[in-house]
C-alpha cells in the first residue's frame, strides 16, 4: 500500500513517486514536494483552521514545482491538533463509564508528586468531570467473570447517560465522547464490547473508545487515563481530519496518511477512529527526518534537536535507531501509547522573553505564535522574543526564509529596549541574554535525554533542524562539550520530509502477565493469538515482536526484542542484560517475569531518490553580527551557492549560511562545510573533527 492506502502495482518504483509532506507546526506548516528527485519547499503561517493552512502550503508547493495536484502519487500529513487540543483542552465533552467502586480513577491517579516538597500540587482538572462519570454493577477478575453485566445495569446506565446528555443540551452544550474503562477488560473485553453496544444505540453519534481496543494491558489508571485521553481527542481529531481530507479529494490530491508518535503513518481512515496515537505525529516525523538524513551523511549515533517557533524537540538516536517510549505525560495525562522518545520544552523562536517577580530574565513558555508573531514580523507583535534578540544581534537578515515574513530590525530593538530599560542594560546585553537564557533550557533538555540517561553527548552528533535550530546549535554544543553538527538539507521543513520516509505501522500489546517464567510454547502461543489477523490491517510485510519484562516485585518493565527461538530462558538473559546497561546491575538469582506482549506490524517504504543538483555559484554578502568578541563584519552565505565554495574544504566562521527556511550560525573557532549528501557539517576548529 501507499500512504494513502492504495495498492501500487508491483512494478512501481516508489523510489521515483512524487510525494507531499506536510508538517503543521505552532507557528509555521511546512510542506515538501519530491518529485524526479528533486525537493521543493513552502513555509506558510499556521492558520486556526489547520486544514486551510495545510492545503494552502500544498497549493503554493505544487506551484513552486510547476507540478499538477493530481501527480501527486502519496500525501503525508502531520499535525498538533491532538497536542493542541489536549494542551488548550479544549477537547470533546466526554463522560466515562466505569466498574462500580472505581467512579474517581482519574482523579485519584498514582498519588505521586511530580514536586518533592510541594505538599499542596496543583493537578490539572480531569479530562471527565466528576458529574460526568458513571459507574456500571459489573466484575471481572483474573480468573474470570465474578460479577455478571445484567440487563437491567445496561438499561439503567443508558437512561442516565441520556438524561446527562439531555440535561448538558439546556445548557447549550453536548455530549461528544464516552470513555468505557472497566476492570480487568484487558483479559475479558466481553462487558466492554456489550454496553459499547448498548450506548451506540442509546446515544447515537456519541463517539466511544473502549479501553479494551485503546490499550489492553493492566494498570488501570494508566489504561483509563489513556482512553479518556482518546475519548476526548478523537472526536475533534476526526473532524479535522474528515474537513481536511475532503479538501484533499476536492483539490486532486490524494487521500492523506497521518504520522503517528511511534514514528510510523497510519491511512485516513484508521487515524480518524481514534486520535492518542497521533499526539506527537510532528516531532516524531522530525526524528524520522532526522535519522533519514543523517544516515545520507554515515552518521547514526545522534541527538535530533527540533527547535521550531513554539517549542524545542529533543530526541536520542543510537545505531540509526530512536528509542519508543510507552511512559509518557501529556498535559498531566499518562498516555501510555508507543511514542517516539521525545523531550519536549517551551523554547523556540516566538518564546516570549519577561522578567520573573525576582527580577531575572525569563524566555518562554508562552509563545507569540504565528499571528501576531514576535516584534520584528511588524504584525502588532509588542514583546520580545528569541527571534527578535537573533534579529538584532545580526543572525537572522531582513528576512525570515525565501518565502517568510519580511522581519524589522527597528521594531525588535523597540520591544528589546523595555525590557532592557526595566534591567537597566543596554539593547544588545538583553538580546545576548535572551539568546542565552533560552540556550540554557535547551541545554537542560539535552542533558535529560543524554547525560541523565547514561550517555556522553560527546559521542554523539548535534543533528539541528527546525526553523530555529541551527541557528543555536553550535551554543549548544559548546555547552555540552560535543564537536560535530549535522545540519540536514530541507533542515528548516525536516518534519514534512520525515513523513515521506517513515514506515507504515500499527502496535499492539496485550498483558499475559507470566509469574516467574513461561514455558516457550505458552509464549509462541500467546503471540500467535495476538498476530491473528494483525498483519492483513496493515499489509505490514514483517511483525515485530516484543516483551516488557521486570524482576518480581519491580514496579516498572522494561521493553526486550522477543527471540524468534520464543525460549524465555533466553528472553530473560536479554532483560538482565538490558536492566544491567539501563540501570549498572543486576538483581542476581531474582526471579524474571513477563507482564505484556508486544507487536508492531510494519511495512518500510523505500525512502525517495534525492539528486545531488549543481546550484548557484558561490556568492556572498556581509553583515554585522554580534559574537563573544564583539561586534564583526560577517559573511553571509546562500546555501544554494555554498556548494563550489566549501565542498573541497570548509570555511571557518565566523560566517552565516541562510537556507529557504532556516539559518546556520558559524561563530569563530568552528568552521562548515557541505557533505556529499547535501548537509551541512559544522566542527569545531580545535577538535580537529569533520
Given at each position: 500500500?501507499?500512504?494513502?492506502?492504495?495498492?501500487?502495482?508491483?512494478s512501481v518504483d516508489e523510489r521515483s513517486l512524487t510525494l507531499l509532506g506536510i508538517d503543521v507546526g505552532g507557528t509555521f506548516t511546512d510542506a515538501v514536494l519530491v518529485a524526479g528527485g528533486r525537493i521543493f519547499r513552502a513555509k506558510l503561517p499556521t492558520t486556526a483552521d489547520q486544514s486551510e493552512g495545510v492545503l494552502a502550503a500544498a497549493r503554493a508547493v505544487l506551484a513552486k514545482a510547476g507540478i499538477a495536484a493530481a501527480d501527486v502519487e502519496g500525501f503525508f500529513h502531520g499535525?498538533?491538533?491532538?497536542?493542541?487540543?489536549?494542551?488548550?483542552?479544549?477537547?470533546?465533552?466526554?463522560?466515562?463509564?466505569?466498574?462500580?467502586?472505581?467512579?474517581?480513577?482519574?482523579?485519584?491517579?498514582?498519588?505521586?508528586?511530580?514536586?518533592?516538597?510541594?505538599?499542596?500540587?496543583?493537578?490539572?482538572?480531569?479530562?471527565?468531570?466528576?458529574?460526568?462519570?458513571?459507574?456500571?454493577?459489573?466484575?471481572?477478575?483474573?480468573?474470570?467473570?465474578?460479577?455478571?453485566?445484567?440487563?437491567?445495569?445496561?438499561?439503567?446506565?443508558?437512561?442516565?447517560?441520556?438524561?446527562?446528555?439531555?440535561?448538558?443540551?439546556?445548557?447549550?452544550?453536548?455530549?461528544?465522547?464516552?470513555?468505557?474503562?472497566?476492570?480487568?477488560?484487558?483479559?475479558?473485553?466481553?462487558?466492554?464490547?456489550?454496553?459499547?453496544?448498548?450506548?451506540?444505540?442509546?446515544?447515537?453519534?456519541?463517539?466511544?473508545?473502549?479501553?479494551?481496543?485503546?490499550?489492553?494491558?493492566?494498570?488501570?489508571?494508566?489504561?483509563?487515563?489513556?482512553?479518556?485521553?482518546?475519548?476526548?481527542?478523537?472526536?475533534?481529531?476526526?473532524?479535522?481530519?474528515?474537513?481536511?481530507?475532503?479538501?484533499?479529494?476536492?483539490?486532486?490530491?490524494?487521500?492523506?496518511?497521518?504520522?503517528?508518535?511511534?514514528?510510523?503513518?497510519?491511512?485516513?481512515?484508521?487515524?480518524?477512529?481514534?486520535?492518542?496515537?497521533?499526539?506527537?505525529?510532528?516531532?516524531?516525523?522530525?526524528?524520522?527526518?532526522?535519522?533519514?538524513?543523517?544516515?545520507?551523511?554515515?552518521?547514526?549515533?545522534?541527538?535530533?534537536?527540533?527547535?521550531?517557533?513554539?517549542?524545542t524537540d529533543v530526541t536520542l538516536v543510537r545505531g540509526g535507531a530512536a528509542s519508543i517510549t510507552t511512559e509518557r505525560e501529556i498535559g498531566g495525562s499518562p498516555v501510555a501509547l508507543p511514542m517516539v522518545d521525545v523531550h519536549t520544552i517551551g523554547a523556540g523562536g516566538g518564546s516570549i522573553a519577561w522578567i520573573d517577580s525576582g527580577g531575572a530574565l525569563r524566555v518562554g513558555p508562552e509563545s507569540a505564535g504565528a499571528d501576531p508573531g514576535p516584534a520584528?514580523?511588524?504584525?502588532?507583535?509588542?514583546?520580545?522574543?528569541?527571534?527578535?534578540?537573533?534579529?538584532?544581534?545580526?543572525?537572522?537578515?531582513?528576512?525570515?526564509?525565501?518565502?517568510?515574513?519580511?522581519?524589522?530590525?527597528?521594531?525588535?530593538?523597540?520591544?528589546?529596549?523595555?525590557?532592557?530599560?526595566?534591567?537597566?542594560?543596554?539593547?544588545?546585553?538583553?538580546?545576548?541574554?535572551?539568546?542565552?537564557?533560552?540556550?540554557?533550557?535547551?541545554?537542560?533538555?539535552?542533558?535529560?535525554?543524554?547525560?541523565?540517561?547514561?550517555?556522553?553527548?560527546?559521542?554523539?552528533?548535534?543533528?539541528?533542524?527546525?526553523?530555529?535550530?541551527?541557528?543555536?546549535?553550535?551554543?549548544?554544543?559548546?555547552?555540552?562539550?560535543?564537536?560535530?553538527?549535522?545540519?540536514?538539507?530541507?533542515?528548516?521543513?525536516?518534519?514534512?520530509?520525515?513523513?515521506?520516509?517513515?514506515?507504515?505501522?500499527?502496535?499492539?500489546?496485550?498483558?499475559?502477565?507470566?509469574?516467574?517464567?513461561?514455558?516457550?510454547?505458552?509464549?509462541?502461543?500467546?503471540?500467535?493469538?495476538?498476530?491473528?489477523?494483525?498483519?492483513?490491517?496493515?499489509?505490514?510485510?514483517?511483525?515485530?515482536?516484543?516483551?516488557?519484562?521486570?524482576?518480581?516485585?519491580?514496579?516498572?518493565?522494561?521493553?526486550?526484542?522477543?527471540?524468534?527461538?520464543?525460549?524465555?530462558?533466553?528472553?530473560?538473559?536479554?532483560?538482565?542484560?538490558?536492566?544491567?546497561?539501563?540501570?549498572?546491575?543486576?538483581?542476581?538469582?531474582?526471579?524474571?517475569?513477563?507482564?505484556?506482549?508486544?507487536?508492531?506490524?510494519?511495512?518500510?517504504?523505500?525512502?525517495?531518490?534525492?539528486?545531488?543538483?549543481?546550484?548557484?555559484?558561490?556568492?556572498?554578502?556581509?553583515?554585522?553580527?554580534?559574537?563573544?568578541?564583539?561586534?564583526?563584519?560577517?559573511?553571509?552565505?546562500?546555501?544554494?551557492?555554498?556548494?563550489?565554495?566549501?565542498?573541497?574544504?570548509?570555511?571557518?566562521?565566523?560566517?552565516?549560511?541562510?537556507?529557504?527556511?532556516?539559518?546556520?550560525?558559524?561563530?569563530?573557532?568552528?568552521?562548515?562545510?557541505?557533505?556529499?549528501?547535501?548537509?551541512?557539517?559544522?566542527?569545531?576548529?580545535?577538535?580537529?573533527?569533520?
Amino acid at each position: 500500500m501507499d500512504g494513502a492506502g492504495k495498492t501500487q502495482p508491483d512494478s512501481v518504483d516508489e523510489r521515483s513517486l512524487t510525494l507531499l509532506g506536510i508538517d503543521v507546526g505552532g507557528t509555521f506548516t511546512d510542506a515538501v514536494l519530491v518529485a524526479g528527485g528533486r525537493i521543493f519547499r513552502a513555509k506558510l503561517p499556521t492558520t486556526a483552521d489547520q486544514s486551510e493552512g495545510v492545503l494552502a502550503a500544498a497549493r503554493a508547493v505544487l506551484a513552486k514545482a510547476g507540478i499538477a495536484a493530481a501527480d501527486v502519487e502519496g500525501f503525508f500529513h502531520g499535525m498538533t491538533t491532538a497536542t493542541n487540543a489536549l494542551l488548550e483542552r479544549k477537547g470533546a465533552l466526554t463522560a466515562s463509564v466505569t466498574t462500580s467502586g472505581f467512579r474517581d480513577i482519574l482523579e485519584i491517579g498514582r498519588q505521586n508528586r511530580p514536586r518533592l516538597y510541594d505538599l499542596c500540587p496543583q493537578r490539572p482538572e480531569p479530562l471527565v468531570p466528576r458529574e460526568l462519570r458513571f459507574t456500571v454493577g459489573e466484575r471481572t477478575g483474573p480468573a474470570g467473570v465474578t460479577e455478571p453485566l445484567m440487563a437491567s445495569e445496561i438499561d439503567r446506565l443508558a437512561m442516565e447517560l441520556r438524561a446527562a446528555a439531555a440535561s448538558l443540551a439546556e445548557e447549550s452544550l453536548e455530549l461528544e465522547a464516552i470513555a468505557l474503562c472497566l476492570l480487568f477488560s484487558f483479559a475479558d473485553p466481553s462487558h466492554e464490547q456489550e454496553l459499547a453496544d448498548a450506548l451506540a444505540s442509546a446515544l447515537p453519534g456519541v463517539h466511544v473508545s473502549l479501553s479494551s481496543e485503546v490499550l489492553p494491558q493492566f494498570r488501570e489508571y494508566e489504561r483509563f487515563s489513556t482512553t479518556a485521553v482518546d475519548a476526548y481527542l478523537t472526536p475533534v481529531v476526526a473532524s479535522y481530519l474528515m474537513r481536511l481530507g475532503e479538501g484533499a479529494d476536492a483539490a486532486g490530491l490524494p487521500s492523506p496518511a497521518i504520522m503517528q508518535s511511534s514514528g510510523g503513518v497510519l491511512p485516513l481512515e484508521q487515524a480518524t477512529a481514534s486520535a492518542a496515537p497521533l499526539l506527537l505525529s510532528g516531532p516524531a516525523a522530525g526524528v524520522v527526518g532526522a535519522i533519514f538524513t543523517a544516515d545520507r551523511s554515515e552518521v547514526e549515533d545522534l541527538i535530533a534537536f527540533d527547535m521550531g517557533g513554539t517549542s524545542t524537540d529533543v530526541t536520542l538516536v543510537r545505531g540509526g535507531a530512536a528509542s519508543i517510549t510507552t511512559e509518557r505525560e501529556i498535559g498531566g495525562s499518562p498516555v501510555a501509547l508507543p511514542m517516539v522518545d521525545v523531550h519536549t520544552i517551551g523554547a523556540g523562536g516566538g518564546s516570549i522573553a519577561w522578567i520573573d517577580s525576582g527580577g531575572a530574565l525569563r524566555v518562554g513558555p508562552e509563545s507569540a505564535g504565528a499571528d501576531p508573531g514576535p516584534a520584528c514580523y511588524g504584525r502588532g507583535g509588542e514583546m520580545a522574543t528569541v527571534t527578535d534578540a537573533n534579529l538584532y544581534l545580526g543572525y537572522l537578515g531582513g528576512r525570515l526564509g525565501v518565502d517568510g515574513p519580511g522581519l524589522r530590525r527597528d521594531l525588535a530593538e523597540v520591544a528589546l529596549q523595555r525590557l532592557a530599560r526595566l534591567l537597566k542594560i543596554t539593547t544588545e546585553e538583553v538580546a545576548a541574554g535572551i539568546r542565552r537564557v533560552a540556550n540554557a533550557e535547551m541545554v537542560k533538555a539535552l542533558r535529560v535525554i543524554s547525560v541523565e540517561r547514561g550517555h556522553d553527548p560527546r559521542s554523539f552528533a548535534l543533528a539541528a533542524f527546525g526553523g530555529a535550530g541551527p541557528m543555536h546549535a553550535v551554543d549548544l554544543a559548546e555547552e555540552l562539550s560535543m564537536t560535530k553538527i549535522v545540519i540536514p538539507d530541507s533542515c528548516g521543513v525536516l518534519s514534512a520530509l520525515g513523513m515521506l520516509v517513515g514506515e507504515e505501522r500499527r502496535d499492539w500489546v496485550r498483558t499475559v502477565y507470566s509469574g516467574e517464567g513461561l514455558e516457550s510454547a505458552d509464549l509462541a502461543a500467546a503471540f500467535s493469538e495476538l498476530e491473528a489477523g494483525k498483519a492483513a490491517e496493515t499489509g505490514g510485510e514483517s511483525l515485530w515482536r516484543r516483551a516488557d519484562m521486570r524482576y518480581r516485585g519491580q514496579s516498572h518493565e522494561l521493553t526486550i526484542d522477543v527471540p524468534d527461538s520464543m525460549d524465555f530462558t533466553e528472553l530473560a538473559s536479554a532483560f538482565e542484560a538490558a536492566h544491567e546497561t539501563a540501570y549498572g546491575y543486576r538483581a542476581e538469582g531474582e526471579p524474571v517475569e513477563l507482564v505484556n506482549i508486544r507487536l508492531a506490524s510494519t511495512r518500510e517504504r523505500k525512502p525517495p531518490r534525492l539528486s545531488r543538483e549543481h546550484r548557484a555559484e558561490s556568492s556572498a554578502s556581509r553583515r554585522p553580527a554580534c559574537f563573544a568578541d564583539g561586534w564583526v563584519e560577517t559573511v553571509v552565505y546562500n546555501r544554494e551557492g555554498l556548494w563550489s565554495a566549501s565542498e573541497e574544504a570548509g570555511l571557518a566562521g565566523p560566517l552565516i549560511v541562510e537556507d529557504e527556511e532556516a539559518t546556520t550560525v558559524v561563530p569563530p573557532g568552528w568552521q562548515v562545510m557541505l557533505d556529499k549528501a547535501g548537509n551541512l557539517v559544522v566542527s569545531n576548529n580545535i577538535a580537529g573533527s569533520s
